[in-house]
T-cell receptor, first 112, second 112 residues
Framework: ETGVTQSPTHLIKTRGQQVTLRCSSQ?????VSWYQQALGQGPQFIFQ???????GRGNFPPRFSGLQFPNYSSELNVNALELDDSALYLC???????????FGPGTRLTVL | LAKTTQPISMDSYEGQEVNITCSHN???????ITWYQQFPSQGPRFIIQ???TKVTNEVASLFIPADRKSSTLSLPRVSLSDTAVYYC?????????????FGSGTRLQVQP
């Protein structure tokens, strides 16, 4: 059984650019959640996808969007990057239920 | 969602027992208490979850008093590898389908 994987591990972009981050969920999990973690802070919920549909969203602007594919992998897209978007982006997969969320190692995004 | 309060940081030495207390005065009747551990440049990892009294697993113990307004994560005989940030979360048990709300956590530094 493979765990949650994310790519790339590190990424550098400039303001105004667009970025796509990818996540492969743990085998058997149908739910993917994305979190943003600024330096020194706890992770903040961006949104969750369940069976290819958005299933909840945190306080993030529309330029943060996502997709979930039939194999339950997921993408996070961020348009018009801002300096404050620099953070560790975490993906977590789970079942819809009492089981916990299993986090990947994250993608470190730096916006210059 | 119930707000949680934890110490910002704690220091300990190898072999000592570490107790991290979390306050959650407005915990709801159906809320559970869940603790996560996060190492640098990794995603959070589930440690333990409980509703009342005491829960123990191979990693830690969780003590919850009768009024449930606080909880204590106990790490027996810590080692250097226990240096991490520990997060206390309060919410419904079905964490797989919900947005996890992280605070700033407690940064534990274990020294030799």
């Amino acid at each position: 059984e493979t765990g949650v994987t994310q790519s790339p591990t590190h990424l550098i972009k400039t303001r105004g650019q667009q970025v796509t981050l990818r996540c492969s969920s743990q085998s058997g999990h149908n739910t993917v959640s994305w979190y943003q973690q600024a330096l020194g802070q706890g992770p903040q919920f961006i949104f969750q996808y369940y069976r290819e549909e958005e299933n909840g969203r945190g306080n993030f602007p529309p330029r943060f969007s996502g997709l979930q594919f039939p194999n339950y992998s997921s993408e996070l897209n961020v348009n018009a990057l801002e300096l404050d978007d620099s953070a560790l982006y975490l993906c977590a997969s789970s079942h819809q239920g009492p089981d916990t969320q299993y986090f990947g190692p994250g993608t470190r995004l730096t916006v210059l | 969602l119930a707000k949680t309060t934890q110490p910002i940081s704690m220091d300990s030495y190898e072999g000592q027992e570490v107790n991290i207390t979390c306050s959650h005065n407005n915990i709801a009747t159906n809320d559970y208490i869940t603790w996560y551990q996060q190492f640098p440049s990794q995603g959070p990892r589930f440690i333990i979850q409980g509703y009342k009294t005491k829960v123990t697993n191979e990693v830690a113990s969780l003590f919850i008093p009768a009024d449930r307004k606080s909880s204590t994560l106990s790490l027996p005989r810590v080692s250097l590898s226990d240096t991490a940030v520990y997060y206390c979360l309060v919410g419904p048990r079905d964490t797989g389908r919900r947005a996890l709300t992280f605070g700033s956590g407690t940064r534990l530094q274990v020294q030799p």
